[in-house]
């Protein structure tokens, strides 16, 4: 079974406006990690945000939040006024037992696209 | 953070060759990982590269495909061996436990290969 899935294979919006990036996981593990990463053209994996299962608080850092729910098992990002920078490819990944697992089980990405 | 480069950045190759990359950490680290990315895809991982061992491979990846080397704790390569248009991927070296956080997980630039 897919342990994460992004079920938003592609959106696109216009500049400024908020968009919100679905994802939902799912483990028998008590203890993982929650990421995301973005992937712009020139693909690199750029690092946004880590979340412990122990740590449900919602998190912000500028126009990025971040909404943890276990109950829903699901890690939502929303990006605020969206800008044309924010157009890439954006991965939901999940590691169980991260001091010991090896493995990031990723989902299959959402690629967003501002439109000036 | 860690700051992680690859070698080369990008290649394109001829069928039945072989292509071996390069991952460099600026600092030790207890995990490196290889991914291969194919086109339109999300990440899969092809191994755990261990220092001092041989590299611990996922299912449906072998050793003689994509020999690995982990000589030491900041550097590590990867081999594509007798390569097809199928190998044609941006493959990326990960590593986990800078600083001896858990969890935490960053990427290299990748290495995108062409194989005609």
């Known amino acids: 079974a897919q342990k994460v899935t992004q079920a938003q294979t592609e959106i696109s919006v216009v500049e400024k406006e908020d968009v919100t990036l679905d994802c939902v996981y799912e483990?028998?593990?008590?203890?993982?990690?929650l990421f995301w990463y973005k992937q712009p053209p020139s693909g690199e994996l750029v690092f946004l945000i880590r979340?412990?299962?122990?740590?449900?608080q919602n998190e912000i850092s500028g126009r990025y939040s971040w909404n943890f729910q276990k109950s829903t098992s699901s890690f939502n990002f929303t990006i605020t006024a969206s800008q044309v920078v924010d157009s890439a490819v954006y991965f939901c990944?999940?590691?169980?037992?991260?001091?010991?697992?090896?493995?990031?089980?990723f989902g299959t990405g959402t690629r967003l696209t501002v439109i000036p | 953070s860690a700051v992680i480069s690859q070698k080369p950045s990008r290649d394109i190759c001829q069928r039945g060759t072989s292509l071996t990359i390069q991952c460099q950490v600026d600092?030790?680290?207890?995990?490196m990982f290889w991914y291969r990315q194919q086109p339109g895809q999300s990440l899969t991982l092809i191994a755990t590269?261990?220092?001092?061992?041989?590299?611990?491979?996922e299912s449906g990846f072998v050793i003689d495909k994509f020999p690995i080397s982990r000589p030491n704790l900041t550097f590590s390569t990867l081999t594509v061996s007798n390569m097809s248009p199928e190998d044609s991927s941006i493959y990326l070296c990960?590593?986990?436990?800078?600083?001896?956080?858990?969890?935490?997980?960053?990427f290299g630039p990748g290495t995108r290969l062409t194989v005609l």
């Open positions: 590269a261990n220092q001092g061992s041989e590299a611990t491979y």
């Open positions: 990960s590593v986990r436990g800078v600083g001896g956080v858990p969890g935490e997980q960053f």
């Open positions: 600092s030790q680290v207890t995990m």
């Open positions: 990944a999940l590691s169980e037992a991260p001091t010991g697992a090896n493995n990031l089980f």
């Open positions: 979340r412990n299962s122990f740590d449900e």
């Open positions: 483990t028998r593990d008590t203890t993982y990690y």
